[in-house]
């Protein structure tokens, strides 16, 4: 029979108490408050990938959005508010979402079109996403347990504010309009100022 000293009985009982406990696999997965928005990517409305790092160094207004709702008059506000920005280092990116209402039931290359001829978007949009539940796409996910739930959509065209740094700035409910004051204001101050 194998003795051990009382010491060694010691540093394995203080090993393993110190190792970390396994993962519980029915977990929700949790982003962390640290992590940064450049470390999620969606997929373009055409194909690929569109990792939010490309966005680095750039203020990124992050908009669910939907072709039928009472809010999609916003698309103008948001081009324009691009238009008036992104030589300043601001993007637009649109994540069309049929989360509410049913409101955006369209396949992408209708809902590209329909932003194109309508509204004459030209930032860019992700594929279709849930922006909510479990479903949620994972940004979604770590937006809302980053500003809590008080900050996550809870309809179509809800806005978050990304900063050049990949943190999350400031939520703004649906009917806050792209170029009304509030949202305007929190673009100035985090776009980087022109030389």
């Given at each position: ?11 394995v ?40 790092s490309?966005?680095?160094g ?13 809010f999609?008059?916003?698309?103008q506000?948001?081009?324009?508010l ?8 601001f ?6 979402s049929?989360?509410?209402g ?29 922006v ?6 994972p ?14 959509p ?9 900063g050049p ?31």
């Amino acid at each position: 029979m194998l003795k051990v000293s009382s010491g060694f009985s010691f540093i394995v009982a203080a090993l393993i108490a110190a190792a970390p406990a396994a993962a519980d696999p029915a977990a929700p997965v949790v982003a962390e408050k640290s992590a940064s928005a450049h470390s999620f990517s969606f997929e373009a409305i055409d194909g690929g990938p569109l990792p939010l790092s490309t966005f680095a160094g750039k203020t990124v207004l992050v908009v669910n959005t939907a072709s039928m709702c009472g809010f999609t008059r916003q698309y103008q506000g948001l081009q324009d508010l691009y238009e008036a920005y992104r030589d300043k280092g601001f993007v637009v990116l649109g994540a069309p979402s049929n989360d509410f209402g049913g409101q955006e039931p369209d396949k992408e290359a209708d809902i590209k079109k329909f932003c194109e001829v309508n509204f004459n978007v030209n930032f860019p949009l992700t594929e279709k996403v849930a922006v909510r539940g479990a479903a949620a796409h994972p940004f979604y996910a770590w937006a809302r347990e980053t500003l809590g739930a008080a900050n996550a959509p809870s309809w179509n065209f809800h806005k978050y504010l990304v900063g050049p740094d990949g943190r999350l700035i400031a939520a703004f409910a649906s009917g806050e309009e792209p170029m009304g004051e509030k949202i305007r204001a929190a673009v100035e101050a985090a776009v980087k100022p022109t030389p």
